[in-house]
């Protein structure tokens, strides 16, 4: 009974379920602190099973990162493409977006933002993400630029402070009953554009 539940786990395996098993045990142990043993012990598969889908781990860590990436892009890809958005309101929705896709891809965005470096995958992901924040700048850039946003700071500082309050929350949030993806999302874009001083 208990070999034909093994089977059936084995082949019943996909690329992704695999890469959430990864992605999930690399954020626990570290990447470097990860061997294909951990994976397979984790995934209830064998490291030949693993094989079968990936080059190594290295494969996992890329894509895993990536989906984060793609996603990231993908989001400041709308906000240029919106037709009649002013300058500020493209930077209110780029940190929406930014919030809500850090929450809906938590596992993938906290490996993101843990990367070190270490590996070309790892460099190339570092890579990408300094690209998506100079594409963040210079939505706060432009808006500044506009006259929609305060001239006395610095836009790209401000992009800075800003996306970095956006990336704290995977130090903290945790899904489940409570503040949905749009909650976390609502309350960091009006506490950045908004304060938190009564009007």
């Known amino acids: 009974m208990s070999t034909e539940t093994a089977s059936s786990r084995r082949t019943t395996y996909t690329p992704d379920s695999l890469l959430e098993v ?20 984790a995934a209830g598969i064998t490291k030949s099973s693993i094989y079968h ?3 190594g781990k290295e494969e996992l860590l890329e894509r895993g990162v990536n989906r984060a990436l793609d ?13 009649d958005a002013g300058e500020l309101d493209r930077v209110e929705q780029a940190v929406f977006r ?20 270490n590996t070309e995958a790892e460099r190339a992901a570092q890579g990408r993400r300094r690209e998506i924040d100079l594409r963040l700048a210079g939505f706060v850039e432009r808006a500044a630029a506009a006259g929609a946003l305060r001239s006395d700071i610095d836009p790209h500082l401000a992009s800075r402070l800003v996306f970095g309050m956006v990336n704290s929350v995977v130090e903290w949030y945790r899904p489940g009953p409570g503040w949905s993806a749009d ?8 506490l950045v554009f908004d304060g938190l001083r009564r009007r």
């Open 98 to 117: 930014a919030v809500q896709i850090l929450v809906e891809e938590l596992p993938y965005v906290t490996l993101l933002l843990r990367v070190r470096g």
């Open 22 to 41: 990864a992605v999930a045990v690399f954020n626990e142990r570290g990447y470097d602190g990860t061997s294909m043993e951990d994976l397979a012990r």
């Open 71 to 83: 996603a990231l892009n993908g989001s400041l890809d709308e906000m240029e493409a919106l037709p």
């Open 53 to 55: 889908h990936v080059k």
């Open 183 to 190: 909650d976390v999302a609502s309350a960091v874009t009006h």
